[in-house]
């Protein structure tokens, strides 16, 4: 028999937590010494003690832990229920980071107001040209809406090019328009020579966008961080009199594996007013 502090100690957890679930009858001591009232454990409650911590990570209440419990639930049983509470907690901690890395380009665009120098746009006929592209619906523009449609369909893309023989023979395109419901229309595209139409049953066409005229700028980084040129573009329109006329293309001028060395032309369409 183990007396409280030796169980709680290999159990990795506190005396006072020993005492908490016996007062509320979750795990009474094997024993109490009737002349002493120590509370006396067995190795083989080492088990129980598992299972409600187990069950407590899940998010278990303490009354909950109790239910379970005394239906008896298996090793198989808890070992499923602990890879479900595993899969949740990292895709909840995938999501935070998300969070936090749009928060951090945020602040980095705040950080970077006014320091960005205006004489980096540059307002160019942007020529025709003719792109395969893949198209997709997000629902809203923000980071956290586009990067999840836009990336699996890059991904698609150039592999399904390669089995039809379709060659790209310029940069990545992605284009946004609106979609009437109040999603917005993703093109990821890449520039080819091949003729305007379906290429094959692949689900990518070929289509032939027109010149434009542009207001550009070029951001290095990754696209995560593309706040602070976007609203120099925005600010540099504002003061010289253009008007944008819809979502700045963004034109893949070098992608290495390493996406803060990533290089991207932002062209939106403007008008002089």
């Known amino acids: ?39 006396l454990y067995g190795a083989a409650q080492l088990a129980r003690l598992n299972r409600i911590i187990a069950l407590k990570d899940l998010g278990f209440t303490l009354q ?12 198989e049983e808890l070992r499923g229920m602990l890879r479900l509470r595993r899969a949740e907690l990292a895709e909840a901690v995938a999501a935070a980071s998300e969070r936090l890395a749009r928060v951090e380009a945020r602040l980095r665009s705040i950080e970077s107001e006014g320091r ?39 991904e698609r893309l150039f ?44 689900g990518v066409r070929v289509v032939e966008l027109p010149p434009f005229e542009a207001a550009t700028i070029v951001h290095r980084g990754a696209m ?14 504002e003061a010289n009199g253009y008007r944008s006329t819809g979502y700045a293309r963004e034109v893949s001028l070098e992608c290495p594996p390493d996406r803060e060395q990533w290089v991207t032309e932002l062209q939106e369409p403007v008008v002089k007013v």
């Open 224 to 237: 995560d961080d593309v706040l602070p040129a976007a609203n120099t573009l925005a600010r540099w329109l």
């Open 116 to 154: 960005m120098p205006a004489d980096d746009v540059v307002i160019k006929t942007v020529p025709a040209v003719r792109v395969a592209e893949l198209t997709g619906t997000a629902a809203s523009y923000q980071p956290e809406d586009i990067g999840p449609v836009i990336g699996p369909m890059y």
């Open 1 to 39: 028999m183990f007396t409280i502090g030796d169980f709680a100690r290999y159990g990795r957890v506190s005396p006072r937590m020993l005492r908490h679930y016996d007062a509320i009858g979750l795990l009474r001591p094997a024993r109490t010494d009737p002349a002493t009232g120590y509370r």
């Open 159 to 202: 592999p399904l090019l390669e089995g039809t023989g379709v060659r790209p023979t310029g940069p990545g395109i992605a284009r946004y328009e609106d979609e009437p419901g109040g999603g917005i229309v993703v093109h990821a595209g890449v520039t080819v020579a091949a003729p305007v139409g379906a290429v094959g049953d692949t």
């Open 64 to 75: 909950q832990v109790g239910a379970v419990l005394d239906e008896q639930v298996g090793p």
